[in-house]
């Protein structure tokens, strides 16, 4: 039977433009972004710019590549996590979900790409695969519960909710005011909006809830 033989050169070309990929991830994901420039890039390659157009025509098509391969890692941990997840209690599923998305969202920058830093195109290109990678399968995991009974408010609501908070946390200091990791954070968020903040008040504070019970679920 014919195979296909793979040539040298193209087997070159592929390891340089992983190559290129990978050090303009570690260049452009960080907070000095918009004052690197290709030549920056050339420079930590030790390669011509001339090289690198060869393979990515300009500064847009190759941090599309970096986020592509960026966010195909956000998947892949979503997925075991999920897997990880499978008959195990329905909060327990939200947590650890909504965990692993805060932990790989964060380590890419994602809400500070979603929310100015760069380009208008960017912006765009980061929310629409944060949508796809992340937040579809918040809702459908929100929906899921809806469907068992296990959730009384609307699911989208609870996604509505659950991505607002997210978004926030990735973006603010409570980390360090609170002196928590951003796990703590996240699983306080999520034990907030699954269960609520209130916990029943013991009898002959005043601070009781009206038909509470003060054993039952907070």
Known sequence: ???NQVSPVSTRDEQRADVIVEAAGRLFLTPDFARVSMDDLARE???????????????????AAV???RFAAVE?????????AQGQ???VRVQRFLIAAGTELGRIGAAQLATGRGEVMLR???EQRVDAVVYRRLDELF???HRRGLLATPPELLSEITRGALE?????RLPHELDWTAADLLRATVDTVLYGAIRSAPPGTGDEQPGGDPDGPR
């Open 1 to 3: 039977m014919e195979t």
């Open 45 to 63: 390659l030790g390669m011509s710019k001339k090289t690198i157009y060869r393979h990515f025509p300009d500064k847009h098509s190759l941090l």
């Open 67 to 69: 986020l592509d391969r």
């Open 76 to 84: 892949r941990t979503l997925v075991a996590a999920a897997e990880d």
């Open 89 to 91: 209690p329905f909060g």
């Open 124 to 126: 765009q290109y980061v």
């Open 143 to 145: 929906r899921d519960g």
């Open 168 to 172: 926030r946390l990735l973006t603010s």
